[in-house]
């Protein structure tokens, strides 16, 4: 048998084992970058699109180099991938896939969902995307363009979604509480609840 | 179009065998295994051990029955395990005897 | 450089086909035609960083695809816009 087709959880265990006594990565190291990383999530993201909701610079900002926004925002970027942001209007609506494997704006939104790394997402995206989005119950309208984004190389990409009517004078924070993961990666539309 | 010349498996655009099939939109959790993984890679990755484009390759030489088998993060320990190897971080030996003991 | 707006044809190369590679051309763009969007900037080339080789700095564009053309399917004016360097871009 090929060693590789050792059972996972015994090969994590061996590799574990053999890194921390190596020097290359500590059991402390890796409880450390955990705790790190869970401290990322789509709440990142929802304060920028807030933000750009209702401040024109920073839109403007975000549009024109998103790594710049993330850390006006003060999101760590650097040595990261750099930020792409897709801007949602009257006429057109984004949908990011990464079709080769699962490339994520992870830096603002968190680790990627369970469906964005899916056969099926990665699949249907760029080829019937706008059934696909049915399955979120997303109902593009015929009138709207789609532009599907297939992240293949070094940019990770997010989407800034339209404000949604109804939420005059609404504060920076109450915009942010109802953009979800979803909506900055297109496959729904934010709503009031 | 999907072409006539065989695809990588991991090239997933428009495949047909996938066309029909629902997205599962539920949000899963991640498990301790998958998030211990996770850490792994970035500090490898951190560290200059190894890099995101040689974790990919790891996972693009996974037979194709079992790239659909392993879950997102089985794929990557097996991927991390072979680039280990192949870049001489550790020996089978060391990978051996590290398996028997555990 | 590729100027916004200029037609490029995605080169019809299989290179999964002459051994062991990483490449991060999508299938289905192998020999489509498509419009430079914008010139995302210069990164060293995946197809190397993957075996560990000395990656040379490549120009990276965002191109834009007809969706139903390349499918035989979809709405009419929907796109695809995907990130591709320079070595797999032809004039069109």
Redo the contacts between chains.
Sequence with gaps: MNILETESDRLLVAVRGLLAAKGIATPPEITERIRITDGGSPAQGARMVARAWTDPEYRALMLSDGTAAAEAMSIPMRGLP?L?VLENTEEVHHLVVC??CSCYPRAVLGYPPFWFKSAAYRARA?????AMLKDWGTDLP?AI???????????RWMVLPRRPAGTEGWTVEQLAAIVREGDMIGVTIPKIA | ???D????MH?L??VSQFMCETVDTEPHALTDFDKEVDAIRQLLGMKKVM?V??L??GI??IPEADYHRLSYYQRWIRSITDNLLV?GVITEAELRAALDAG | MLAPGTKVRVKND?P??RG?C???????L??ETGTVVRH??D?PN?ED????RPAEKLA?YHVRFD?PA??????A?????????AHWLEAA
């Design positions: 750099p792409g079709t080769l760029v080829r019937d995307p706008r015929a363009r789609l532009r599907v984004v297939d992240s293949t190389a070094d940019y | 179009m999907e072409k010349v065989p695809r990588a090239d655009g428009g890099s484009d040689e990919r390759r693009e030489a870049k | 299989w999964e086909l062991p990483h490449i991060r051309t999508p299938h289905y192998r020999g995302l900037g990164f995946p960083l993957a075996f560990a990276l969706q390349i499918w035989q399917q979809g709405k004016g929907d796109e695809l816009i995907v990130e591709l360097f």
